[in-house]
């Protein structure tokens, strides 16, 4: 069997935060009692996904866009990820990116290593 195809999450895999969410919230010094209780909720099933995003990005508000993106530039990939994206590159397989994060990071994966599709969320 060829293969055409791979798809990725992000975040753990591609990257080493294996949360892009906690990630930005620890970098402004947010990850207090409140995004983490967001989380954990979520986990537990007790808030949608959706609940979660609105509740967690509500701690970002009057931040401007530009800064919140600039922030993902800093995630660190996994080790041997460039590389081993690029082998696949190589060999003509189409990369495919999704995330439950935002869309700043995909974004970033597409430009830097080439992904040719990326799937997230957006900061409304």
């Known amino acids: 069997m060829k293969y055409k195809a791979i798809i990725f999450d992000i975040d753990g895999t591609i990257t080493t935060p294996v949360s892009s969410w906690r990630y930005i919230h ?3 010094g947010k990850w207090d009692a409140l995004a983490c209780r967001y989380q954990e909720l979520f986990l537990a099933g007790r808030i949608s996904y959706r609940k979660f995003c609105e509740l967690d990005a509500a701690h970002w508000k009057g931040l401007p ?5 600039g ?5 660190p990939y996994a080790r041997n990820a460039k590389d081993s994206i690029e ?3 190589k060999i003509g397989l189409k990369l495919i990116a999704v995330s439950t994060g935002l869309q700043y ?5 597409k430009k830097e290593l080439r992904f040719d599709y990326i799937l997230s ?4």
């Open 105 to 109: 990071l995909p974004q970033r994966l």
């Open 26 to 28: 620890e970098k402004l």
């Open 87 to 89: 082998k696949l590159k």
């Open 71 to 75: 922030l993902f530039r800093d995630v």
């Open 65 to 69: 866009e530009k800064d919140i993106e």
């Open 121 to 124: 969320n957006e900061l409304e």
